[in-house]
């Protein structure tokens, strides 16, 4: 999993895509 500071939806998008694993 790859953190990005640059884009802050990234932060939610990586939780959505947890959930929706």
Do not use: G, K, N, W
Not at 4 to 19: A, E, N, R, W, Y
């Amino acid at each position: 999993m790859e953190r990005s500071d640059t884009c802050p939806v990234c932060d939610q998008i990586t939780l959505i895509d947890d959930m929706y694993e």
